[in-house]
């Protein structure tokens, strides 16, 4: 009999008096796809909170180079700059960056008195936030940074 079932002669073998079939169950079949699709979703809810920190980091670090840029433009110019465009027109940034949450070079610029000297003052970008009314991972608006 055994050796029927090596030579493919039987489709079936015998254990203990009964036939079984060769192969998966159904139920078995389910478990490992029921796993399967648990990793899954798992992996998918890990990466979109990574994309979303990676998007993080890169807003934050936009916003400290623009705000320092700002700076060093009024300490140079003697004047603050009035849009975000004159920080790359005067070569301080190469663009105005893209904000990563909103996918737009739409930024919100605060605008308010510099005093440069205690006689000279001037009226231009004091700060800089996204337009983004989104939360981030920390619970924080985007807007507040």
Known sequence: MLSQIRGGNLSLRRRHGALLETGFTLIELMIVI???LIL???AVANYTKIVQYTKEAVLKYDLRTMREMIDHYTVDKETAPQSLEDLSQAGYLHEVPVDPVTHTKEWAPK???VPLFPDKASTGIVDVNSKS??????GTKYSDW
Do not use: H
Not at 133 to 138: K, Y
């Open 111 to 113: 605008y308010d008195s």
């Open 40 to 42: 899954i979703g798992m």
């Open 34 to 36: 029921t796993i399967v």
């Open 133 to 138: 009314t989104a939360t981030a991972l920390d």
